[in-house]
T-cell receptor, first 115, second 112 residues
Framework: EPEVTQTPSHQVTQMGQEVILRCVPI?????FYWYRQILGQKVEFLVS????????KSEIFDDQFSVERPDGSNFTLKIRSTKLEDSAMYFC?????????????FGDGTRLSIL | GENVEQHPSTLSVQEGDSAVIKCTYS??????FPWYKQELGKRPQLIID???NVGEKKDQRIAVTLNKTAKHFSLHITETQPEDSAVYFC???????????WGAGTKLIIKP
């Protein structure tokens, strides 16, 4: 069964640095998402992406964050000037084509630790 | 915006018994309700979902019910087994590949 893959599995970064989290969505999916989960808390939506543009974003997704689909397979989340509170598990997800509700499939996540 | 409440936060049941987890949502425009199971350190995995034009859906030992009038939906697991131990999250969405709004999660413990 096809899966969403994320790299790296764990990223340790100094506060103030920039990080790029990478995701390869399921190949025939059209919608891509980033969520985050702070340890012990609920999953929070960050952003969704379709047709090479952001389709939805949450209040969390401010100017510090950006997303990009640099080629036909990768989907990246960039976090600039990282803060301690950015430490969390970041999940990428993808879902299929148009026409009704399509289940979102998640990757294994990247654990981001800001020191 | 949408808000999803989930109860209980922890549920401990004897192996073989049933478990029920309940969620309420606030936005009547929500029409898609998935349930995810998350084992420690792993990805959330979709276990069942329901759309607003359906009142109940069943898949082997797992069932979900939806009451649109009351804006609540529930997950039912029958004949629980040790491998059912995990954190379960409900979510709500306006559909059409919109964002998922998540509940806080229920830690299900299956006692042998």
């Amino acid at each position: 069964e096809p899966e969403v893959t994320q790299t790296p599995s764990h990223q340790v970064t100094q506060m103030g640095q920039e990080v790029i989290l990478r995701c390869v969505p399921i190949s025939n999916h059209l919608y891509f998402y980033w969520y985050r989960q702070i340890l012990g808390q609920k999953v929070e939506f960050l952003v969704s992406f379709y047709n090479n543009e952001i389709s939805e974003k949450s209040e969390i997704f401010d100017d510090q964050f950006s997303v990009e689909r640099p080629d036909g397979s990768n989907f990246t989340l960039k976090i600039r000037s990282t803060k301690l509170e950015d430490s969390a598990m970041y999940f990428c997800a993808s879902s299929g084509g148009t026409g009704g509700n399509q289940p979102q499939h998640f990757g294994d996540g990247t654990r981001l630790s800001i020191l | 915006g949408e808000n999803v409440e989930q109860h209980p936060s922890t549920l401990s049941v004897q192996e073989g018994d049933s478990a029920v987890i309940k969620c309420t949502y606030s936005d009547s425009a929500s029409n898609y309700f998935p349930w995810y199971k998350q084992e420690l350190g792993k990805r959330p995995q979709l276990i069942i979902d329901i759309r607003s034009n359906v009142g109940e859906k069943k898949d082997q030992r797992i069932a979900v019910t939806l009451n649109k009038t009351a804006k609540h939906f529930s997950l039912h697991i029958t004949e629980t087994q040790p491998e059912d131990s995990a954190v379960y999250f409900c979510a709500a969405s306006k559909g059409g590949n919109y964002q998922l709004i998540w509940g806080a999660g229920t830690k299900l413990i299956i006692k042998p």
